[in-house]
């Protein structure tokens, strides 16, 4: 059977099973996670559709903007769905849930707090998993042009006569 055959087989019932077991903000299926709040879902080639919503409430959770929506953050880390990063990131998300277990969650999407998630990924942030998923969030998700006016930024000016002259010196702050 294959993904798409299975994907669309998935009951309503079955559905809605799956975001109970991962938390309300995912729905994880055969070989997809989906945001049932809001209109996108992410087919998932190499990792576990467990570990890729793992993966992006870990960073959500890292760079936090409650503006920015979870497919933005999707994006940002589908890069991680290769054969290549499989190991590591599963390795790195078994050892996140087990850091979420020893703080008496079920799992690190399980710890329902912000702030709690925050402290089981501050205990985790000097191994080679947390640096590696940080780093590439610097540019997986602000380097996404459909994020750029969710925080004012038009982009490049040079071609519109550079920064000067469009509003560089308009301070209505002060």
């Known amino acids: 059977m294959s993904k798409e055959t299975s994907c669309r087989s998935l009951t309503r019932r079955q559905l809605l ?3 109970a077991s991962v938390g309300a903000a995912f729905v994880v299926g055969a070989g997809f996670v989906a945001n049932p ?5 992410l087919e998932v080639q190499h990792l576990k559709p467990d570990t890729m919503a793992t993966l992006i409430q870990m960073a959500r959770d890292i760079y936090p903007h409650d503006h920015v929506g979870d497919e933005f953050y999707a994006a940002a880390v589908k890069g991680y769905d290769t054969a290549e990063n499989k190991d590591m990131v599963e390795a790195g998300i078994a050892a996140l849930n087990a850091a979420a277990a020893g703080a008496g969650h079920s799992s690190y999407v399980g710890a329902g707090w912000e702030r709690d998630r925050v402290d089981i990924l501050r205990g ?3 191994s080679s998993f947390f640096q590696t998923v940080r780093g590439g969030l610097v540019t997986g998700l602000y380097n996404q042009k459909a994020v750029w006016p969710l925080f004012g930024y038009e982009g490049e000016s040079f071609s519109k006569g550079g920064y000067l002259e469009r509003g560089f010196d308009d301070i209505n702050w002060i």
Do not use: K
Request: aromatic share 10%; charged share 10%.
């Open 124 to 126: 985790m942030e000097n």
């Open 17 to 19: 099973a799956g975001s």
């Open 37 to 41: 709040s809001v209109s996108w879902a």
